[in-house]
């Protein structure tokens, strides 16, 4: 009930139509399998001003798009590739060629311990075939994509885990920028975001290419695994945030850092307007209905963020849905 206070309350002062960019994370993940081509071209049709894949580099360097560094949850890598798990029972993507890659059947994610879908409505486990999308496909597909629509969709990677792709001897980032660097972007019909959850990465590419990319740091929470090695509650205080203002566009934060319970209900946290005043824009992630607080409708909650808070851009699994609440009037 109390989530109710500030959908009730809120007022809407502007008249404007509401402008914020709506990314498509990981394709439209919540009708498709997730960073499968199909997923990706759903979304453009969907209207999505951004597709988000989140990047990991293969064992002969290429950028693909994929989110964990597994392959378990999401393709049938132990069916193909038996005897070529680590230790922990587990595939890795940077130890597979990308020519291995493709021999691979990607489909909806599941849970690797018991085989079960993470989101039971979604598309059925194991139905159809989905091959591994390279970030240069993805850069080729858009751009084609734009010239016959005549849109100007663009693309926003995640470079994912470089720490870990420096431990084994790669470079995620420059690997990444020279794809773009191959195909001239950002360019004037395909804009290019940049996002990480590593400060360092970003730090590094701001040094290298000046203005050329809008960087966004991924703020996560100390309690999610394999975020445990950067001061979270630190980079949100304001020595943090004037230092991430130094180096980065925007912080990407969880949607749940923007809001706040009081006795009165739900409000905005201090944390948007801290961003604000260090000219910082703000992309919270991931609108998805499945992790929607109880009581809260996907469209609401967007609503909330879209006409009331106003956020610069916002990441989704349902790029279609975002695009009709921005479409209507608040
Ligand atoms: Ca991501």
């Not at 751009?143 to 995640?158: A, H, Q």
């Amino acid at each position: 009930m109390r989530w109710m206070v500030l959908f009730m309350a809120a007022t809407v002062s502007a008249t404007a139509l509401a402008d914020t960019r709506i990314i498509a994370h990981r394709g439209a993940s919540a009708h498709l399998p997730e960073h499968t081509m199909a997923a990706y071209l759903l979304a453009y049709g969907q209207g999505a001003d951004f597709l988000e894949p989140d990047l990991v580099l293969t064992r002969d360097g290429v950028p693909v798009a994929l989110h964990d560094r597994t392959l378990d949850a999401t393709s049938d890598v132990a069916q193909v590739f038996p005897g070529r798990a680590r230790d922990d029972g587990l595939h890795y993507a940077i130890d597979f060629t990308l020519a291995e890659l493709e021999r691979l059947n990607f489909g909806e994610r599941v849970e690797p311990e018991t085989g079960q879908a993470r989101y039971p409505d979604r598309w059925p486990v194991g139905q159809g075939r989905f091959g591994i999308v390279t970030l240069e496909a993805l850069v080729e597909t858009t751009r084609s994509l734009n010239r016959s629509t005549g849109r100007r969709v663009g693309l926003y990677p995640e470079l994912k885990f470089p720490s870990f792709h420096r431990d084994h001897g790669q470079d995620i980032a420059a690997a990444v920028v020279a794809v773009l660097d191959r195909h001239a972007l950002p360019s004037d019909d395909l804009p290019v975001w940049i996002q990480c959850f590593e400060p360092e990465t970003l730090r590094d590419l701001r040094d290298a290419h000046g203005d050329r990319f809008t960087l966004i740091q991924l703020l996560a929470e100390r309690e999610w695994a394999g975020y445990e090695d950067v001061d979270w509650d630190a980079m949100w205080a304001a020595d943090g945030l004037d230092a991430v203002a130094a180096y980065a566009d925007g912080v990407g934060p969880p949607l749940a850092r923007l809001l706040e319970r009081t006795d009165d209900g739900v409000v905005p946290s201090v944390h948007l307007q801290a961003a604000r005043e260090r000219g910082l824009v703000v992309h919270p992630f991931t609108f998805r209905r499945e992790s929607m607080p109880e009581g809260v409708t996907l469209e609401a909650m967007l609503g909330l963020f879209i006409h009331e808070l106003r956020v610069e851009a916002l990441f989704t699994d349902h790029p279609g849905v975002a695009v009709a609440v921005r479409a209507q009037a608040p």
